[in-house]
């Protein structure tokens, strides 16, 4: 069974920092793309930033230079390092793992950026 848990999330003032994890099970993690996905209130869903299993990687306009993605194989472990938080971040966070022919969804995780 294929469970990816998201943890990490929050609240955290403006400009503040908040690192998400996200551990994988039940899959060859090595071999999935990895994506951190957001969906705030009344909006749909959106990629926020993704890793290849060659670990490039790629960030939706608003988050670049502020946030990056990292994955650790050995953990089965992807990362999200967010910096400058802004209150538009504000979202529930899910973990994504996409090999075509299967994709997994995390429960999410609720980040909150407020002062």
């Known amino acids: 069974q294929v469970q990816l848990v998201e943890s990490g999330g929050g609240l955290v003032q403006p400009g503040g920092s908040l690192r998400l994890s996200c551990a994988a099970s039940?899959?060859?993690?090595?071999?999935?793309?990895m994506a951190w996905y957001r969906q705030a209130p009344g909006n749909q869903r959106e990629l926020v930033a993704g890793?290849?299993?060659?670990?490039?990687?790629n960030y939706a306009d608003s988050v670049k230079g502020r946030f990056t993605i990292s994955r650790d194989n050995a953990k089965n472990t992807v990362y999200l390092q967010m910096n400058s938080l802004k209150p538009e971040d504000t979202a529930v966070y899910y973990c994504?793992?996409?090999?075509?022919?299967?994709?997994?969804w995390g429960q999410g995780t609720q980040v909150t950026v407020s002062s």
């Open positions: 039940g899959l060859r993690f090595m071999f999935y793309a």
């Open positions: 890793i290849t299993v060659g670990r490039s990687t």
């Open positions: 994504n793992a996409d090999n075509r022919a299967n994709r997994y």
